[in-house]
Antibody, heavy 119, light 107 residues
Framework: EVQLVESGGGLVQSGGSLRLSCAAS????????MHWVRQAPGKGLEYVSA????????YYANSVKDRFTISRDNSKNTLYLQMGSLRAEDMAMYYC????????????WGQGTLVTVSS | DIQMTQSPSTLSASVGDRVTITCRAS??????LAWYQQKPGKAPKLLIY???SLESGVPSRFSGSGSGTEFTLTISSLQPDDFATYYC?????????FGQGTKLEIK
């Protein structure tokens, strides 16, 4: 069974940093592109970042570019999102998601981890 | 970036109704479109991929159609469990943007 379990969320002050983790199981993690998607309270889904299977290619939304860093450790089946210079508008539920390729798109999501930014 | 526009934003319907949600892309995305259902406090769940392919385990009352720039999600006969928010997402080229969502409410 495919499982994605996020952790690392919490309360952080504006300007602070936080590292999110996503532990993957039930599939060959190193074979899949992985995404981070966030959802601010009461709002829609926002595509945040993505990373290739071996980590050599990454994508960032303009809203997080130069502040967030996506990475992965295939030996640990874990995806990361290092978040810095956090702002009030970064407050959201952060989901990791598995991208199954051009045929199926994003097919599995974790349950999310909540990031709260206080001023 | 490709923009995705969903309509309507809110839809009120009754159990047994047939409903359709539309998603338009700002440029052609072939058939690289997925539909998700999200319930409060839960992660999105894949319903439809490649515009019209039904994800395993999803009831057959859900169907998707379209190609290019215009796509639809149809629920043939609404059930109580279907009241949720629905999102489209393209995966033609990065960034894989989402529509703004359609909240399906009980009339």
């Amino acid at each position: 069974e495919v499982q994605l379990v996020e952790s690392g969320g919490g309360l952080v002050q504006s300007g602070g940093s936080l590292r999110l983790s996503c532990a993957a199981s039930g599939f060959t993690f190193s074979s899949y592109v992985m995404h981070w998607v966030r959802q601010a309270p009461g709002k829609g889904l926002e595509y945040v970042s993505a990373i290739s299977t071996n980590g050599d290619r990454t994508y960032y939304a303009n809203s997080v570019k130069d502040r967030f860093t996506i990475s992965r450790d295939n030996s640990k089946n874990t995806l990361y999102l290092q978040m810095g210079s956090l702002r009030a508008e970064d407050m959201a539920m952060y989901y990791c998601a598995r991208y199954s390729g051009t045929y199926r798109g994003v097919d599995y999501w974790g349950q999310g981890t909540l990031v709260t930014v206080s001023s | 970036d490709i923009q995705m526009t969903q309509s309507p934003s809110t839809l009120s319907a009754s159990v047994g109704d047939r409903v359709t949600i539309t998603c338009r892309a700002s440029q052609s995305i072939s058939r690289w479109l997925a539909w998700y259902q999200q319930k409060p406090g839960k992660a999105p769940k894949l319903l439809i991929y490649k515009a019209s392919s039904l994800e395993s385990g999803v009831p057959s009352r859900f169907s998707g159609s379209g190609s290019g720039t215009e796509f639809t999600l149809t629920i043939s006969s609404l059930q109580p469990d279907d009241f949720a928010t629905y999102y489209c997402q393209h995966y033609d080229s990065s960034p894989y943007t989402f529509g703004q969502g359609t909240k399906l409410e009980i009339k």
